[in-house]
């Protein structure tokens, strides 16, 4: 809402998920046009990508692990916080726009198409990080397609 440009483009994508019934006639929300709204995915990515963070726990279940040179005893507990990935340049940071910062359309690529004649940009939801590098609820992430 800071953005009042961000926000009239997120306003018009929702804007595309209603449809009118044809017996009532009544505006109706299509829900599984909302899931797939390429801007309304990438912002809420981007989101839980800056403003969730979480140490992923786990417990070493072999009797002895080797990590990163060290060796970890069976039961022994690791963390690594979530936001160290979040906040990788190498896989989020894009010219103009680093990782440490709110950017709507990381997660979009556009193209063009031509449409009664006319070229018309459209984008869509493209996710560049794989599910190693994007930990939104503490654990590996189903990449929505």
Not at 48 to 54: G, K, N
């Amino acid at each position: 809402m800071k953005d009042p440009s961000l926000w009239e483009a997120i306003r018009e994508e929702a804007e595309s998920a209603f449809e009118t019934d044809p017996v009532t006639g009544e505006r109706e929300l299509n829900l599984q046009k909302v899931l797939v709204l390429p801007l309304l995915q990438s912002v809420y990515i981007e989101t839980l990508r800056l403003h969730v963070s979480v140490n992923v726990t786990r417990e070493v279940v072999a009797e002895t692990t080797t990590m990163a040179g060290y060796q970890l005893p069976k039961h022994a507990l690791i963390q690594a916080p979530t936001r160290i990935a979040h906040y990788d340049e190498k896989v989020w940071g894009v010219d103009d726009h680093p990782a440490s910062e709110f950017w709507a359309f990381r997660n979009i690529k556009y193209s063009t198409v031509e449409e009664n004649g006319k070229e018309k940009q459209t984008f869509k939801f493209v996710m560049g990080a794989g599910p190693n590098e994007y930990f939104p609820y503490g654990m590996r992430a189903a990449i929505p397609p």
